[in-house]
């Protein structure tokens, strides 16, 4: 593919490779010597009004339930939602749909990874 180059720019339609903000170590299915482990890099998450969380993996999106230390496999973002996402600076609220989320910071990402290790429950 070739980059465009005009009027001092360049533009390419390749897709921006994003570098992991943190990874998360999940335990999935299993006891013993048959649990198999996981290690998903995170590129980014949100925050609801309930203070539900959701951190973004590579093809996935995790829903972080801290009281019982699992993570739960949710869809990504639809489009609409990801570009108000993107929009928005670290740490500061977007809305989409008429609700209010806050995009989590680096730092609240890689405390939330580094918290424990998550279990997966059932998937979405």
Known sequence: ???????????????????????????????????????EPVFGGYANARGEVVLFGKELAYRV??????????????????????????GEPFEYATKTFQRLSNEQIIEICTSGRFKLSSRY
């Open 65 to 90: 339930n801290f009281k019982k230390q699992t993570v739960q496999q949710r869809p990504q973002l639809n489009p609409g939602a990801q570009a108000r996402y993107d929009a928005t600076n670290a």
């Open 1 to 39: 593919m070739q980059p465009f180059r005009g009027y001092g720019c360049l533009i390419s339609d390749m897709p921006t490779i994003l570098s992991p903000v943190a990874v998360l170590s999940i335990s999935a299915n299993g006891t013993g010597r048959n649990l198999s482990e996981l290690s």
